[in-house]
């Protein structure tokens, strides 16, 4: 009886413990740094293009987004110009009503990259999971990169992007451009990145 009695409160102690972490905030998550030759090194494919579909669903009861991104370009070269690209990240897109009473609040963790229908995107894809299929950006949020007015920035303002990089990836010429606080332009910012990945395919 004792020995039932001790695993029942390491039980309730272990479930105490997992809700605590789950509740942490977002700025409590520590991502590992990605700078720019990180990122591309990391990708599997580095697409530009726009992000033209969403769905989500479950896929052996777990949760996904789908999306699809109408691709312009994969640095890489690994996909053509016009084609699609269709990859499933974990978690819903939004809770769930399950008809049952029950609100599944599966949605995509803190520290993902988000997306939205409609918003152009430079994403640096990492490989997919061998076991789920499942598949994020390099870096997670770090490697998901929204243009506007021809300028990129990820969610945390393109911050550490350009540290530590070797001094011969960039020009004097760029490297101010580089840290412009509104975002780096498109062409500057493709132009370095096709330059690393021919490097790295």
Known sequence: MRRKSLLKEASIALAITASMAMALPASAMKLQPYNLQKLTSDSQSII??????????FDNNRPYTEITIAVAEDAKGKLKKDSTYTFRQFGLIKPRAMGNGKVYLGVTPEGFAKWNVGENVVAFMY????????????????????VRDGKVMNEFANIG??????????????RNMLSNPNGVDLSIFMNLVTKMAGGQQ
């Open 48 to 57: 530009t293009g726009e992000v033209i579909k969403m769905t989500d669903g």
């Open 127 to 146: 490989k997919p999971a061998s076991i789920t299929g499942f598949q994020t950006t390099a870096g997670m949020a770090q490697g998901k990169f929204v």
């Open 161 to 174: 992007l350009f540290e530590n990089m070797n001094p011969t990836d960039i020009s004097e010429e760029n």
